[in-house]
């Protein structure tokens, strides 16, 4: 690492649906790598809780990150979070969830709207642009719920899109993602740079630069970084990328968070 402080604050084990290694995996792979703390977000997704996977993962979940917590309390911080997903669908269950577990670090993403993930919509017969407006109109009301410390992958839609081999222009929805920008820098959220897509054939963070960028000339303050790892060998990658945007975006700091509170660092090269 060439940086002094490195923050892994979005990473999923088995108790996502789609992740792979256990808590204690996870956990010995970030300190391994010389990472300063990291945050486990497993998924909870509000539009599915009927389907009954989601309520058990979750106390298996915090149960794991608890006793990960413990493990691990003198080498490095573990942070007990959540990727909260589609709280819109159910705004008092989501409360009650959030008041009932103690987390330090709660992400808010939108997987879809329609009820469908938009990584199994077909964008060469959907023409996305519909899709993006939509997504931006109601993650920005899910925004304004307040549930949430840090905004996972703003455009998470048009990752799909790309992958689909279809050019995504988002600046002609700049005035949508102005609005989502602004109200994060006016009531203290962070936004997510998210490094998994560095990894795709687009070669992008999640959000795109200019986006990064726009969201200091709009007053924003508070920067999570994470890599969206769902295995243990993906912990920390791309981070360093995440911290040098942000310098050249004019951020000073990189934050995390405890008991939901939001602790800035200097960005400093070892």
Do not use: W
């Not at 330090?104 to 899709?131: A, E, I, K």
């Not at 048009?158 to 949508?176: H, M, S, W």
């Amino acid at each position: 690492m060439k940086y002094k402080s490195v923050f892994d604050m979005h990473t999923h084990t088995f108790n996502s649906p789609d992740g792979n290694d256990f808590a204690i995996l996870i956990c010995e792979k970030a300190f391994l790598k010389g990472l300063t703390a990291i945050a486990l977000t497993d998924h909870f997704e509000i539009p599915e809780i009927n389907e009954g996977y989601y309520e058990p993962a979750l106390k298996q979940g915090y149960y794991d990150m608890i006793k990960a917590k413990a493990v691990y309390e003198k080498e490095f911080d573990v942070i007990m979070g959540i990727e909260l997903g589609g709280a819109i669908y159910d705004v008092d269950y989501a409360k009650n969830l959030l008041s009932t577990y103690k987390f330090d670090f709660v992400l808010n993403s939108l997987h879809g709207v329609t009820g469908t993930d938009y990584h199994l919509t077909d964008y060469t017969v959907q023409d996305y642009r519909p899709l993006l407006t939509e997504y931006f109109a109601v993650l920005l009301a899910q925004c304004k719920l307040d549930l949430f410390d840090s905004l996972a992958h703003l455009d998470y839609p048009a990752r799909y899109v790309k992958l689909a081999g279809i050019p995504c222009d988002l600046t002609q929805f700049a005035e949508q993602i102005d609005e989502i920008l602004k109200f994060l820098a006016e009531n203290g959220k962070a936004l997510e740079i998210n490094t998994s897509g560095l990894f795709a054939p687009f070669r992008s963070t999640l959000p795109e630069y200019f986006i990064i960028k726009r969201f200091k000339e709009l007053g924003g303050e508070f920067i999570t970084t994470g890599s969206d790892a769902h295995t243990s060998d993906h912990i920390g990658r791309g981070l360093e990328d995440a911290m040098e945007l942000m310098e050249t975006a004019g951020f000073s700091y990189v934050t995390y968070y405890k008991n939901r509170k939001p602790i800035p660092v200097r960005i400093e090269k070892i």
